[in-house]
């Protein structure tokens, strides 16, 4: 071969070469922009999503890989196939992908600028997936371009992984050490911590504990001290959490893992207890003291891209179908997860959308609950964090659960309510199921008694942060307005031996309750922390810092007493009446016999019921442990605002009012279901609030 002709096959191979080459730079350059970059940043801004369930580096540097190069090798290998068959094919394949990722770009982009209607965010996608497409077919100097964007996708890389708190877990301190700690009266602790329950929620009129909704609480309090007056340092769980847990204000860029809090409770207690603990959201105990059964590494990843889907769908899809989502600010892992199936088992139930139930949170307790022993030679550690009383919020008191196709609470636009009476409705669902929740304390109450570590064991219970439900305010974030909701949360410690219980009206905070537990065991916690015993004498601190807001105790105690009292106002106390069925100016009707109204004809609209409903509705099984509440669906014919009664079996179930769509959710009682067919029937609500006006919808089912 001459020297020619080896330049001719050099030619030839690199001619070969560089137009695969030139897509696959052009596939990653727009894959990077739709798909990597928009979870990269998201995820980068929020580590705990990796750190909560306990994702190893190498989870970590597979992921990032497999999302920044996967797809845009994947679809090259498939219009390369496609082009051996077929060139005109195959060019015609690259502009069709390049359109669908421009497509996915442009809605993610679209709704970041605030559009909002399907209809525009879609028409707006594929405009902008079109033009993407044909400025490549049409011009030399975009194919360059596009080309020479390839690199983004590497920069978006490198970013995810050495300039977000990511780094922090893909490349961990392994230097990270525990100080050494002597336990004096090695004691068995039982920590019991439930998420997201305000001390309002509690609290009856005098400020005491409502023994006629939570007889539970008010039973642990009058066996325990409870410090009435305790506040949270931290509105979001995976920094109230190491707060709790380590004594130590929250410190900035920190992330709920070991490697930043190697002194915490376990590790203070871990050279002389035995441990049994469940943690939630976080992963401060180390291996070497809390032996977590680890999924196999096809499982774990298989979870990690399942959420992370999950996410990119909520940043793509429009508001009205992201609401059917499973909601991903409920937790940090396994989004949708819990299927449900035993309840569907249990009581043949039918069909319906059972991926919203979270019964894994319930499966957790059980367990836990059961692993609960005797007092022995060792001390124990017995730790549990549930999601309870957490959204979504889907319990009864009595433990029936919500047959919603929507688990999350309409109302809400990421943490700030739009709606007063949908904030108001959201709130309802938080009490009842804060009432199963006392349910639960209520077992693990009877469990400690049957083992003897009621009276011998130190035990606490508490909360990390609290909840609001005020219209145009923010559900946890601290506000001016919402700190009364959100700041006080609930303590109570139940010293070994104590029998009588004891209101502690000093203001302590949540970096307390580890130097209290540490104070009964004496044990000196030998790292600089922040918080004291809540068992010493003297004033209480006297401002309150929620995150960055701050203000002072007396001032924060004023906005919790207008708190307690609007609850009040809205929903009174004492037993689950109607009060927490309707919301708005009519609310009052809740509860009332249709012949007792005045009922003024019927007006030309109507309300069609969704599907999860309608079926449970038409044929409610005996003794169901799903109840088709709220009910939802769309009206026409009537505007947001405008109230609605929804009544069942002759009786005033429900009152609501219309919101955005528009639609309607009727937050109906449990109580009001019988078995086998429900007559149904909707009625627009006017005039006076002491003499209103029913006039009666048309009412249909979805199928």
Not at 170 to 189: E, I, L, Q
Not at 273 to 302: A, D, F, I, N
Request: with cysteine; proline share 7%; hydrophobic share 45%.
């Amino acid at each position: 071969m001459g020297v020619a002709d080896l330049h001719l096959t050099r030619v030839s191979w690199s001619a070969r070469f560089r137009e695969p080459a030139v897509r696959g730079a052009q596939l990653l350059a727009v894959s990077g922009f739709a798909l990597a970059q928009p979870l990269f940043d998201i995820l980068g801004k929020n580590a705990e999503f990796f750190a909560a369930r306990g994702s190893t580096p190498g989870d970590i540097l597979l992921f990032a890989l497999v999302v920044t190069f996967v797809p845009a090798l994947g679809l090259l290998l498939v219009e390369l196939g496609v082009g051996a068959v077929s060139s005109p094919a195959g060019y015609a394949l690259h502009l069709v992908f390049l359109a669908f990722f421009g497509a996915l770009f442009g809605v993610h982009a679209l709704k970041r600028a605030g559009l909002n209607g399907t209809t525009a965010l879609i028409a707006g996608a594929v405009v902008i997936g079109l033009a993407v497409a044909l400025v490549v077919w049409r011009a030399a100097a975009a194919r360059w371009f596009l080309t020479v964007l390839a690199a983004a996708p590497v920069v978006f890389l490198a970013v995810f992984l050495f300039g977000t708190p990511v780094q922090h877990l893909v490349f961990p301190n392994a230097d990270a050490r525990a100080a050494a700690a002597y336990v004096r009266h090695p004691t068995p602790v039982v920590f019991l911590l439930f998420d997201e329950l305000p001390t309002i929620t509690l609290e009856d009129e005098n400020g005491d504990i409502d023994a006629g909704r939570f007889p539970n609480f008010a039973r642990l309090a009058q066996s325990s001290l409870w410090f009435r007056n305790m506040t949270t340092v931290s509105s979001n769980t995976t920094t109230a959490v190491p707060a709790l847990l380590t004594g130590k204000l929250p410190a900035k860029g920190s992330l709920p893992v070991f490697q930043d809090h190697p002194n915490n409770l376990f590790t203070l207690l871990g050279r002389r207890y035995r441990m049994h603990v469940v943690e939630t959201q976080t992963q401060l105990c180390p291996s070497r003291l809390c032996k977590r059964k680890r999924q196999k590494t096809g499982k774990r990843l298989s979870s990690l891209y399942s959420d992370a889907r999950t996410v990119y769908l909520h940043l793509i899809a429009p508001p009205s179908l992201e609401a059917r989502l499973p909601p991903i600010d409920e937790s940090w892992a396994d989004f949708g997860a819990d299927t449900g199936k035993q309840l569907e088992e249990q009581a043949k139930l039918p069909k319906v959308n059972l991926k919203t139930f979270y019964i894994g949170r319930l499966r957790d307790f059980n367990r836990w609950l059961a692993r609960l022993r005797a007092p022995g030679a060792t001390p124990s550690l017995d730790y549990l964090h549930i999601l309870f009383p957490h959204g979504p919020w889907l319990y009864f008191p009595s433990g029936r659960v919500r047959a919603v196709a929507v688990p999350r609470a309409p109302g809400r636009t990421e943490e700030t309510w739009w709606n007063e009476g949908l904030a108001e409705q959201a709130w309802q669902r938080h009490l009842l199921q804060a009432g199963f929740t006392d349910k639960l304390l209520g077992r693990f109450i009877d469990k400690l008694n049957r083992t003897g570590l009621w009276s011998k064991a130190l035990v606490v219970v508490t909360v990390d942060e609290g909840d609001s439900f005020r219209g145009g305010d923010s559900r946890r974030d601290p506000t001016r307005t919402n700190l009364g909701d959100i700041a006080f949360i609930p303590l109570f410690v139940k010293l070994p031996g104590q029998d009588q219980g004891r209101v502690v009206e000093r203001h302590v905070t949540s970096v307390d309750v580890l130097p209290t537990i540490a104070s009964v065991l004496g044990v000196k916690m030998r790292w600089k922390h922040d918080g004291r015993s809540a068992l010493l004498d003297g004033p209480g601190s006297p401002m309150v810092r929620v995150g960055k807001f701050a203000t002072s105790f007396s001032a924060a105690q004023a906005l919790r007493q207008n708190a307690r009292e609007r609850k009040l106002a809205l929903f009174g106390s004492g037993s689950w009446g109607p009060e927490l069925a309707g919301t708005g100016r009519y609310r009052g009707l809740a509860g009332k016999p249709l012949g007792s109204l005045q009922i003024a004809g019927s007006v030309s609209a109507s309300a069609t019921i969704d599907a999860a409903g309608s079926k449970l509705v038409r044929s409610f099984p005996k003794r169901s442990q799903l109840i088709p509440s709220p009910l939802t669906g769309s009206v026409s014919g009537l505007h947001p605002g405008d109230a609605i009664a929804v009544a069942l079996n002759g009786r005033i179930a429900a009152v609501s009012l219309v919101y955005r769509g528009p639609h309607f959710s009727a937050l109906v009682p449990e109580s009001a279901f019988r078995p086998g067919r429900n007559s149904v029937r909707a009625f627009l609500v006017s005039g006076s609030p002491s003499a209103p006006q029913l006039r009666e919808l048309r009412v249909s089912f979805s199928s």
